[in-house]
């Protein structure tokens, strides 16, 4: 079986964001990019069904600053293949565009599953793995936490809320939106990120995606109807606040 | 041909022939290792090892030990030309050492240095019995017994036969004092001069024995160090003590994973030891109740050698022979190499079995968040670069981009320094010293990233490649005469451990610079009555670069009167947090070795101030004060807040 | 305005995020408007009455749908949207929103916006209000109708179910060749701690760096006589088990003490506990979100925190 998993790289969020002067975006130039959470651990799905039914793996990546160390990364992670899909777009947001410039690499790629992260911190537009799967004609499943193959086929693990979850069996190929992989994302050393830094990137032109119709009006800055009451001083001062507090509500003892 | 003289060469090569044989297990895996380029520099190697032996420098600083060794060891030397004799002249005869004065002072020599063997034999057989110490556990003692009891045997023997031969003659000899006694007690007990020469032939073929014997066991006792440590001595490391060897680009995997991978020289380390236990005594981990013993360590490496060479190795060297956890819980301070007295490298060997872990991605979650973090953000914080120098924001003057401008002493703040709240203080106030001292410094801002000392003694070789090449290539675009920091793990990183990409700063730590200050008055101190402090010489400052002297100036140019604890200088006892062990998770702990040296300081009686010249030192001795509950008997307190006090 | 809402169905039960739904949907309807619900089960009798305040039910029944069944509920959805030519189609932010949301838009050619809190009537079209960057910003999406909405559970109250609405049925589309199956239905386990009825929580994020951490929360849990749980990222890393998880895909919560140490505040895990009554976080970072949603804060260090609780409870 062939697996492609779908890489992206998102501002980190653990910084300071700010919106840019156009309102409709967030400064991109002093911020730093990392690997979409979710799409890590599509990765180390990947890999593991690779070690775990000799699967082959493609990591996909759309150009950009920082993809052809992403992709390398993926290598040492232990993907067979890369692919960089290059475009002309200034501007690419958004998950209708992504899966239209998408398509044709990936049928060009002919992996028969499509694994991504579920959500990333700005696929307002909507997520990448329903969206592509419904371009390709092929059934999907989000939400997953597991995945292995039997026969051919996938069987994915499916998380509801409430503890709830269910166990999907799907032939024939599909786009799967990886919550959490089997194991936590392995470590990679250095050494090996360093070797992979010579691995050779295939490059695939994008498909023609259609006009994107509808993006971000603008941002701003969520209105908090409330803020914590914020407690001062050291540890020892906030735990003797907070133990007042919790006192006066009645909240020690049994 | 007699046929004693037969015999004699019968039994001797016998006696030699088992004694290769069993040796020959034990040669035979060095041959077959990898090289170990330590034939360099003769002069020197040799020079260091007649130092070392002849001095006893290292043994002696376990004194009681260091005595008894010097006996034994001293009365080997002399006993040999007995042996010399007593098979020289049985193997060829008319062999006789009389001409060089083998019957006047090398006899006389013989006898009283018999009697100081005797008496180390009995000193350390006193001390394995009674003294009983902590050191020897994990240590084979029926092995040193059996030692005790050989070597009394041949010195027993030696002296027996010498005076049966003297009562054989009727008399004493003024040169042979100890055996003249003893043969005027046989004498005395009516032994008559035939049954003496008969006694003295048997207690001569006793001696071969027991000589023979000697050699038969020593290849599978711990005793081999007799052959081995001068040649261990010999192979010792020469590079600097801060630079850890460089991964070979030419082998195909990182670090050692299998005993095939140990050089001859590291095999050669398993074979010199002595299951002596000073590693152990003053290892912290081991102090810690964590599961790492330097001496065990070996022993373990030592017999698992044997067992591969035997074909009865099962399992992996690490997850069998060796754990894991083992291998996690050193903070390579080096207090173990640096008190072993044949110079084995423990934890050397350590670092390599974790560079080949780390390649197998098998380290605990939170290290490998560590490691995460260093390799996207440069420290292991995972804060963004751009926050590194926001302890500047408040100092009341601008600090300096060395990168936009000349400085003269360019600052590698690290990340601790620059990160952590407590430390940011120490930080703080060093700019401010060094700010009115008119000192001409500057900081690298963002571009600075972790120096890479402890990522490298993780076993991180890949990321330690790409931090320090990245500060190399932000320092080449500056112009400065020295590097400062406050930092010790920093200073090693950047004085001895960035030589492996052939870069030579000269780098400074913020004591040295500060005593420099003062001693060219552009830092002017009033020396107040101070009270009576003690100081912890940090083990990247102190026992890697030598840095003990400048901290002490400080501490008596501030007006304080130094109460040393037992353990400082070189035989520091170290905080823990080194070895990248600070992002490692401690529960398996039983007692930190932060608060065991706290515990140390309080024991001094008199301290109220327990001095640190390291930012993680602060970190980890402020907590383990509080763990103690000690906060009202000593306070925590960096050498810069003693020289700020002090500072008008 | 015409107004689809999609019903979710899990243990035959339709969830309460859908009743959300409707009050959005029939706000943004108006008095002319309509609102529909389409309800894709195997049996639908007791579904219907669960969705009250629409004007009219849309049922379709195929023994395929039983259980829910990502591509077997697309099909559904698609066919309903179809004939019914709706202006809106509304769906929670869950599992179900997640595979059928963005799937349906782009089969339709339709506009979507996802992780909203609210949304208006605008000039022809509709104005979303959406979570962007863990909640840090938000973001203004237009959209022009037809379009896609997925709520954020939580945005809206849940209608409190006027009479049932008339049901029509409409013919099931081809479910008999689905690619999808579902193999077994895993329910919680009723013995495993239900953390849902604990009056006290402690609950700890990715700040607390390690499982063997967990203890000194879990210690402080104990003197509070609290359970002790977890974001998403701690379940995810094995350090708790997942009946402790809180947050959209865990528990939701709604004790009288919630203590959230090391949590950021992403909306995923407000969802699980925004409802407490009385919320304390402790994050080292002063911009995290959850500080928007406590009642108390501070910014030191959580494991100094445990210590001083620890220290001033044990006293």
Not at chain 2, 608 to 637: E, H, W
Request: aromatic fraction near 6%; proline fraction near 5%; glycine fraction near 10%.
């Amino acid at each position: 079986m062939h697996v492609a998993v779908v890489l992206r790289l998102i501002p980190d969020i653990s910084e300071d964001l700010e919106i840019d002067g156009s309102g409709t975006d967030i400064d991109r130039e002093w911020i730093g990019f990392k690997l979409n959470e979710f799409d890590d651990q599509a990765l180390e799905e990947a890999v593991l069904l690779k070690e775990r039914h000799g699967a082959k793996v493609t990591a996909v990546m759309l150009n950009g600053e920082g993809a052809d160390r992403a992709l390398q990364t993926a290598v040492a992670r232990g993907v067979d293949e890369v692919v960089r899909v290059d475009h002309d777009d200034e501007r690419v947001f958004g998950a209708p565009q992504i899966a239209g410039m998408l398509a044709g690499p990936l049928a060009e790629v002919g992996a028969t599953l499509v694994l991504t992260g579920v959500q990333t911190p700005e696929d307002v537009l909507g997520q990448l793995a329903p969206t592509l799967a419904a371009k390709l004609g092929w059934p999907t499943a989000n939400a997953v936490s597991g995945v292995i193959l039997r026969d051919g086929e996938v069987i994915a693990q499916q998380e509801y809320s409430g503890g709830l979850s269910a166990t999907l069996r799907i032939s024939g190929p599909a786009v799967l939106g990886v919550q959490a992989a089997s194991q936590p994302p392995r470590y990679v050393s250095g050494t090996k990120l360093r070797q992979a830094q010579s691995t050779a990137i295939r490059s695939l032109p994008a498909s023609a995606s259609d006009a994107v119709k509808t993006g971000i009006s603008s941002l701003g800055v969520p209105s908090r109807s409330s803020h914590a009451e914020m407690l001062a001083g050291d540890a020892d001062a906030v735990a003797a606040s907070v133990l007042g507090v919790l006192r006066e509500r009645g909240l020690l003892g049994a | 041909m007699t046929a004693k003289l037969l015999v004699m060469w019968v039994v001797v090569a016998a006696g030699l022939g088992a004694a290769a044989y069993r040796a020959s297990p034990y040669v035979k895996p060095l041959l077959a290792a990898p090289a170990s380029n330590r034939w360099d520099r003769p002069r020197e190697r040799l020079a260091g090892v007649l130092a070392d032996l002849g001095l006893h420098r290292r043994l002696l600083r376990f004194r009681y030990s260091g005595v008894l060794h010097a006996m034994i060891f001293s009365g080997f030397l002399v006993l040999f030309s007995a042996i010399v004799q007593s098979f020289g002249s049985g193997l060829f005869p008319g062999f006789t050492l009389a001409p060089i004065g083998g019957q006047t002072w090398i006899a006389f020599l013989q006898d009283v240095f018999a009697l100081v063997v005797t008496v180390g034999v009995g000193l350390a057989a006193w001390q394995r019995q009674f003294i009983r110490p902590k050191r020897f556990q994990g240590s084979n003692a029926a092995d040193a017994w059996i030692i005790y009891a050989l070597v009394l045997a041949v010195v027993a023997t030696m002296l027996l036969e010498f005076a049966f031969r003297l009562a054989a003659l009727g008399h004493g000899s003024p040169w042979r004092p100890v055996s003249s006694a003893i043969a005027r007690a046989m004498l005395a007990l009516g032994v008559g001069e035939d049954a003496a020469a008969a006694g003295a032939e048997v207690a001569y073929w006793l001696h071969v024995a027991a000589v023979l014997g000697f050699l038969i066991y020593i290849p599978g006792s711990k005793h081999r160090h007799i052959f081995t440590a001068a040649p261990n001595l010999y192979f010792r490391n020469l590079r600097p003590k801060g630079q850890l060897a460089a991964i070979d680009p030419a082998s195909p995997s990182a670090g050692v994973s299998e005993m095939a991978q140990f050089d001859w020289k590291a095999k050669l380390d398993l074979l010199s030891c002595t299951e002596c236990g000073r590693c152990q005594s003053v290892c912290p981990a081991y102090a810690s109740g964590l599961p790492l013993s330097p001496k065990t360590l070996i022993m373990d490496l030592r017999d698992r050698m044997m067992a591969e060479e035997r074909g009865q190795a099962a399992g992996p060297l690490i997850g069998g022979a060796i754990a894991d956890e083992t291998l996690w819980s050193c903070t390579t301070c080096r207090a173990c190499m640096d008190i072993c007295p044949v110079h084995i490298e423990q934890m050397t060997k350590i670092v390599d079995m974790r560079r080949a872990v780390v390649e197998t991605g098998a380290i605990e979650p939170m290290l490998q968040t560590a490691l995460g973090n260093l390799q996207q953000y440069g420290n292991s914080f995972g804060k963004p670069a751009r926050q590194r120098a926001r302890w500047t924001k408040d100092l009341g003057f601008p600090i300096k981009n060395a990168l936009k401008e000349p400085v003269d002493v360019l600052w590698f703040v690290g990340d601790f320094a620059s990160y952590d709240p407590r430390a940011q203080k120490i930080t703080a106030r060093v700019a401010g010293l060094l700010h009115a001292a008119g000192v001409d410094f500057g900081i690298l801002f963002e571009a600075e990233r972790n120096a890479g000392n402890d990522v490298r003694r993780v076993g991180e070789e890949g990321v330690f490649e790409t931090l320090a090449r990245s500060n190399i290539e932000q320092l080449e675009k500056c112009s400065f005469r020295r590097i400062m920091t406050t930092d010790p793990h920093t200073l090693n990183a950047l004085r001895q451990e960035y030589g492996v990409f052939d870069c030579r700063y000269e780098v400074l730590h913020y004591t040295q610079l500060l005593d420099e200050l003062i001693r060219e008055n552009r830092l002017k101190l009033e020396k107040a009555d101070g009270d009576r402090v003690t100081y912890h010489d940090p083990c990247y400052l102190g026992r890697y670069n030598g840095g003990f002297d400048a901290p002490r100036s400080l501490i008596a140019a501030s007006g304080h009167a130094l109460h040393e604890m037992g353990r400082c200088r070189e035989n520091s006892f170290c905080c823990g947090a080194g070895g990248g062990r600070i992002w490692m998770d401690d529960s398996a702990m039983k007692e930190r070795p932060s608060e065991n040296r706290i515990k140390e300081a309080l024991a001094l009686g008199d301290v109220g101030t327990f001095v640190v010249a390291c930012p993680k030192d602060l970190v980890m001795y402020s907590a383990a004060v509080q763990n103690l509950g000690a906060q009202d008997k000593i306070a925590v307190r960096d050498i810069s807040e003693l020289v700020a006090l002090a500072s008008s | 305005m015409r107004a689809l809402v999609y019903s979710e169905i899990h243990q035959n039960a339709v969830s309460p995020t859908t009743r959300e739904l409707v009050t959005t949907a029939r706000r943004l309807a108006g008095g002319e408007g309509r609102v529909e619900a389409l309800v894709a089960h195997a049996a639908l009798e007791i579904m219907a009455k669960d969705v009250g305040g629409v004007d009219e039910t849309l049922a379709i029944r195929h023994p395929a749908l039983a259980q829910y069944n990502p591509e077997a509920q697309l099909a559904c959805l698609v066919a309903a949207a179809t004939e019914r030519k709706p202006d809106v189609v509304l769906l929670a932010y869950t599992s179900a929103g997640l595979d059928l949301g963005p799937a349906l838009a782009a089969r339709l050619g339709w506009p979507l916006a996802s992780y909203c809190t609210a949304v208006q009537v605008s000039d022809g079209g509709l104005a979303a209000t959406s979570q962007i960057y863990g909640g840090k910003l938000d973001a203004l999406i237009n959209l022009g109708l037809p379009a896609v909405l997925m709520m954020t559970p939580g945005s809206a109250q849940e209608d409190d179910g006027a009479a049932p609405a008339a049901l029509t049925e409409l013919p099931p589309p081809p479910l008999d060749d689905l690619r999808t199956t579902v193999l077994q239905v895993d329910a919680p386990d009723p013995d495993a701690i239900d953390i849902t009825k604990a009056a006290r929580i402690v609950s700890v994020g990715r700040g607390i760096g390690d499982k063997d951490k967990i203890e000194e929360a879990a210690a402080l849990a104990a003197l509070l006589n609290a359970e002790i749980a977890g974001s998403r990222p701690v379940i995810d890393a094995g350090w708790l088990p997942k009946e402790r998880q809180v947050g959209k895909s865990g528990r939701k919560v709604k004790p009288r003490l919630y203590v959230a140490l090391g949590i950021s505040g992403a909306p995923e895990h407000l969802e699980g506990m925004g409802a407490s009554d009385l919320v304390i976080a402790i994050n080292t970072d002063a911009k995290a979100p959850i500080f928007s949603h406590a009642h108390y804060g501070a910014t030191v260090d959580l494991f100094d925190f445990l210590e001083a609780m620890k220290t001033q409870l044990g006293s």
